[in-house]
């Protein structure tokens, strides 16, 4: 019988690493899409990468993508790929539009002309809620997003409805809550915690500034959340699901928990920035997994406080490396 063939969009990033990590386990042959760029990071991926495809392609240029879903003929497709930084959305609005928004229009429009059998992933967000209707969210909260990104991300959700609805194709979106790991780039706030803490602990930074302390995420491990997207696409029937851990916490409690590892006091050094500030912060998002639970078996495994001790230490290892190093 042939391996299974996945496709998949923000393979460089943190969930797709996660993701290909967790494919090739299952023996599938993964192939991830690329844009063309002088330089490539292959940081999350140098561990597997001679056991990856690359596939050239790009969400802003539709004949790439019909091009590269003609090569691979996945029997997968997971769309990772979008412009994901929230502040940034407000910066970079209309190109936060293409990439996140009509990015996903391009991408399924392939697969239905090149290989309408692929069963499509979408990423899918909590940031979506935004201003949310009720507590928690769950798969039928009406969507009230706060952000441009968030904006655009409703469009592609609700076109990933869409092409189901309209084509009979096999897509769904993972309505993912916040997700973390090591692998978190550092603009993301619990990535620039953890990075913050093992700069203080090793004497190369004084303080840490930060927004707002109160904020509140459902934060949960991207490799467990990376599991979640490969179970929606085995039933029969596609559906969208809710991913998350159900449990509310504070920047101010990721700050308290990060320090506290290192063994350092956090009121020593952390400075609130009001430019860090969002323009319109999003009220309280904890979602509403037990549909997921229900029908796919799905459950988180890794704890907040496990997470954020687990990023600190991996934190603390690279910085000595790269002091070691030099």
Same mark, same amino acid.
């Given at each position: 019988m042939p391996r299974k063939r996945a496709l998949i969009t923000g393979i460089t990033g943190q969930d797709g690493? $996660?993701?290909?990590?967790?494919?090739?386990?299952? #023996?599938y042959e993964v192939f991830g899409l690329l844009r063309r760029s002088s330089t490539t990071s292959f940081e999350r991926l140098h561990h597997i990468q001679d056991r990856i495809h690359t596939v050239s392609g #790009?969400?802003?240029?539709?004949?790439?993508?019909? +091009?590269?879903? !003609?090569?691979?003929?996945?029997?997968?497709? $997971?769309n990772l790929a979008a412009q994901s930084f929230v502040p940034t959305s407000w910066t970079q609005p209309v190109l936060t539009g293409e990439f996140t928004?009509? &990015?996903?229009?391009?991408?399924?429009?392939?697969? !239905?002309?090149?290989?309408? #059998? *692929? !069963?499509?992933?979408?990423?899918?967000?909590?940031?979506?809620? &935004?201003? *949310?209707?009720?507590?928690?969210?769950?798969e039928s909260t009406p969507f009230h997003p706060r952000s441009p990104y968030g904006v655009a991300k409703v469009y592609g959700h609700w076109i990933t409805v869409n092409y189901r609805e309209s084509y009979g194709m096999y897509t769904c979106s993972g309505i993912l809550f916040n997700h973390e790991s090591p692998r978190r780039g550092l603009e993301f706030v619990t990535r620039k915690v953890t990075h913050g803490v093992a700069r203080i602990k090793l004497g190369l930074s004084r303080e840490l500034k930060l927004g707002n302390l109160d904020?509140?995420?459902?934060?949960?491990? *991207?490799? #467990? $959340?990376?599991? *979640?997207m490969w179970l929606m696409l085995q039933p029969d029937e596609p559906q969208d699901y809710v991913v998350a851990t159900g449990i509310m916490h504070t920047v101010r409690d990721l700050v308290e928990i990060a320090f506290s590892h290192a063994g350092i006091p956090w009121e020593e050094h952390v400075v609130t920035d009001p430019s860090l500030i969002r323009p319109a912060e999003v009220d309280i998002l904890r979602g509403d997994w037990s549909k997921a639970e229900k029908e796919l078996g799905w459950?988180? +495994?890794?704890?907040?406080?496990?997470?954020? !001790?687990?990023?600190?230490?991996?934190?603390i290892e690279q910085l000595q490396l790269q002091k070691r190093l030099r």
């Open positions: 690493s $996660y993701l290909a990590e967790f494919l090739l386990e299952k #023996d #790009d969400l802003l240029d539709q004949n790439s993508l019909l +091009e590269a879903v !003609r090569t691979v003929e996945p029997d997968e497709v $997971y928004a009509l &990015g996903v229009t391009r991408l399924l429009e392939a697969v !239905r002309v090149m290989k309408p #059998d *692929a !069963r499509v992933y979408q990423a899918s967000s909590s940031e979506m809620f &935004g201003k *949310a209707q009720e507590v928690p969210q769950n904020a509140k995420r459902d934060w949960g491990f *991207a490799g #467990d $959340y990376v599991k *979640a459950k988180p +495994e890794v704890d907040f406080q496990e997470l954020i !001790r687990m990023m600190v230490d991996a934190d």
